[in-house]
T-cell receptor
Framework: GIQVEQSPPDLILQEGANSTLRCNFSDSVNNLQWFHQNPWGQLINLFYIPSGTKQNGRLSATTVATERYSLLYISSSQTTDSGVYFCAVLIYGGATNKLIFGTGTLLAVQP | EPEVTQTPSHQVTQMGQEVILRCVPISNHLYFYWYRQILGQKVEFLVSFYNNEISEKSEIFDDQFSVERPDGSNFTLKIRSTKLEDSAMYFC????????????FGDGTRLSIL
């Protein structure tokens, strides 16, 4: 099956720093979502991005489907950005319709 | 913005007991899903549901698991005889008619088996 790998696995930042998180996937996918899992365990939808670039405030994401990767940019990080960031690829066709999650990046933003 | 709601937020159950996790998907969504996340691990697909039947299930979704849409609003996950290894966060999700649409997740139910 498809493999979804994220890097780095862990990241520690000082407040105000910028970072780039990467998601690689091993096969063609129909779409891709980025999530932030906060310390309470909630999965927050960040982006739904099959290709191209999207921006939302201090966050932006770029997916290059032909090269099978996506990037999440966090600028001017804040302590509330701490948590785990997951990418998930959408596989559908026939009876299949599911998200395959990556391994996650654990981000800690220190004041 | 409409959201997926899950109850309870935390469930503690004795091993061997049955448990039912409840979800209210977004009202105009037609595809429903359950995912599981064991503590410290990634989120894993369990099952997808459309038109009142399972469309796909993973290897994790064995005979101990079942799903049901008992009325027009609820979507439930039942575990018949819980095991210690069923302890996890369970997420419900839903998506719109077009399959190529984002899945919207609930806040999860943390299930603890004693």
């Amino acid at each position: 099956g498809i493999q979804v790998e994220q890097s780095p696995p862990d990241l520690i930042l000082q407040e105000g720093a910028n970072s780039t998180l990467r998601c690689n996937f091993s096969d063609s996918v129909n779409n891709l979502q980025w999530f932030h899992q906060n310390p309470w365990g909630q999965l927050i939808n960040l982006f739904y991005i099959p290709s191209g670039t999207k921006q939302n405030g201090r966050l932006s994401a770029t997916t290059v489907a032909t090269e099978r990767y996506s990037l999440l940019y966090i600028s001017s990080s804040q302590t509330t950005d701490s948590g785990v960031y997951f990418c998930a690829v959408l596989i559908y066709g026939g009876a299949t319709n599911k998200l395959i999650f990556g391994t996650g990046t654990l981000l800690a933003v220190q004041p | 913005e409409p959201e997926v709601t899950q109850t309870p937020s935390h469930q503690v159950t004795q091993m061997g007991q049955e448990v039912i996790l409840r979800c209210v998907p977004i009202s105009n969504h037609l595809y429903f899903y359950w995912y599981r996340q064991i503590l410290g691990q990634k989120v894993e697909f369990l099952v997808s549901f459309y038109n009142n039947e399972i469309s796909e299930k993973s290897e994790i979704f064995d005979d101990q698991f079942s799903v049901e849409r008992p009325d027009g609003s609820n979507f439930t996950l039942k575990i018949r005889s819980t095991k210690l290894e069923d302890s996890a966060m369970y997420f419900c999700a839903s998506s719109y008619l077009d399959l190529n649409q984002p899945q919207h997740f609930g806040d999860g139910t943390r299930l603890s088996i004693l």
